[in-house]
């Protein structure tokens, strides 16, 4: 996520979130609007800013998806791969001698 939609997100459960509680304790105190209705409408603008944040924080950096490697990470991963393989044919090479030399210590001891 960029860091504009991050920004916008974050404005948006303010915004929501303290606003709309705001304005509803402003109309009620200075306009005459129902307090219960102000109340509901205040409780329902702060539950529904604490989801619009947490879907915001799990689609954002915990839903992030990784771009395709760049070019150098790819030929790192290229001499780590062939590195690996170099090393496993050393193993095989390995295991033959120590077979040769179980073989012959075996004709030795008989």
Same mark, same amino acid.
């Given at each position: @996520?960029?860091?504009?939609?991050?920004?916008? &997100? %974050?404005?948006? +459960?303010?915004? &929501?979130?303290?606003? *709309?509680?705001? #304005?509803?304790?402003?109309?009620?105190?200075?306009? %005459?609007?129902?307090?219960? &209705?102000? #109340? &509901?409408?205040?409780?329902?603008? @702060?539950? +529904?800013?604490?989801?619009?944040?947490? *879907?915001? +924080?799990?689609? %954002?950096?915990? !839903?992030?998806?990784?771009?395709?490697?760049?070019?150098? =990470?790819? $030929?790192?991963?290229?001499?780590?791969?062939?590195?690996?393989?170099?090393?496993? =044919? $050393?193993?095989?090479?390995?295991?033959?001698?120590? !077979? $040769?030399?179980?073989?012959?210590?075996? +004709?030795?001891?008989?």
């Amino acid at each position: @996520m960029s860091k504009i939609a991050a920004v916008m &997100i %974050g404005l948006s +459960v303010i915004a &929501i979130g303290l606003g *709309v509680p705001a #304005a509803c304790i402003y109309a009620a105190i200075f306009y %005459g609007f129902n307090n219960v &209705i102000a #109340a &509901i409408i205040s409780i329902s603008a @702060m539950l +529904v800013s604490c989801i619009i944040g947490a *879907v915001g +924080v799990i689609i %954002g950096p915990l !839903g992030h998806v990784f771009d395709e490697p760049s070019s150098a =990470e790819r $030929e790192r991963l290229r001499a780590m791969r062939a590195h690996q393989r170099a090393m496993l =044919e $050393e193993l095989d090479d390995i295991i033959s001698v120590l !077979g $040769e030399v179980k073989d012959a210590l075996k +004709v030795a001891e008989e």
